[in-house]
């Protein structure tokens, strides 16, 4: 059974960081990309952040790119989003996605202004 469960988030302030962590099991992370999504209040699902199966290669979406940093840790099973300058705009629900097939249950993260 496919399990991912993250932690991390919270309520920080602006230009704040945190870092989301997703840990995985009944999969092997060295066999698949993994995605970082995220769901606004009010907004639909964005992928924002992946890194492919050996880490070789990463995406990041243009409202992220240069603060966030996706990395994982096959040997763990473990997935990260290191996340800098916090913008109230990223206030949202982050999920740990494999194959947009398996997702976990979200973590809350929260940017107050």
């Known amino acids: 059974q496919v399990q991912l469960v993250e932690s991390g988030g919270g309520l920080v302030q602006v230009g704040g960081s945190l870092t989301l962590s997703c840990a995985g099991s009944?999969?092997?992370?060295?066999?698949?990309?993994m995605t970082w999504v995220r769901q606004a209040p009010g907004k639909e699902r964005e992928p924002i952040a992946a890194?492919?199966?050996?880490?070789?290669?990463?995406y990041y979406d243009a409202s992220v790119e240069g603060r966030f940093t996706i990395s994982s840790d096959n040997a763990n099973n473990t997935l990260y989003l290191q996340m800098n300058s916090l913008k109230p705009e990223d206030t949202a629900v982050y999920y740990c996605?494999?194959?947009?097939?398996?997702w976990g249950q979200g973590t809350q993260v929260t940017v107050s202004s």
């Open positions: 009944g999969l092997t992370f060295n066999m698949y990309a």
């Open positions: 996605v494999s194959r947009f097939r398996y």
């Open positions: 890194i492919s199966w050996n880490g070789g290669a990463t």
